[in-house]
């Protein structure tokens, strides 16, 4: 998990390859299908087929979870339930900055945060990244 959260901090733009880690470290089983170039799928195909398999054991495309703000909270709510961004900034010509706080369920059935949840502050190249990069760091702590 260091060697991602690592790869996260240094990334300056998404990845599909961190896409296929950070399903891996979710719980999910990623499968890649290569097809030889000289098939011709290979263009529509754009050289493969990937998918993860979700518990239920449906086969589902990987999420582009370093390029897609949704998909990075969608990570989050399956890896961290509960945990929220609390803060988040986006300065042209900067990384973003946000902060991901953790929670605790009270028996109202709804969240709360307290200081004893947790905070992570972190920053990264794009927004996406930087919730990837809190998640990481989060779920390394907890």
Known sequence: MTTLLSRLKEAKTASRELDYA???M???KVEIFRVPEDNPMFKSLRGGL?????????????????????????LCEAVLPGYGVEHMMIWPG??????????????????????????WQVEG?????????AILAAAKDT
Do not use: N
């Open 26 to 28: 979710a719980g999910y």
């Open 22 to 24: 950070l399903a891996e």
């Open 94 to 119: 900067h990384p973003c900055q946000l902060s991901l706080v953790g929670t605790h369920k009270e028996p109202d059935g709804k969240y709360w945060h307290s200081g004893e949840d947790g905070r």
């Open 50 to 74: 990937e998918f993860m398999t979700l518990l239920s054991g449906e086969k589902v495309g990987i999420p582009p979870y370093t390029s897609s703000l949704d998909a990075a909270v969608a």
């Open 125 to 133: 190249a794009t927004p996406a990244l930087a919730l990837c990069i």
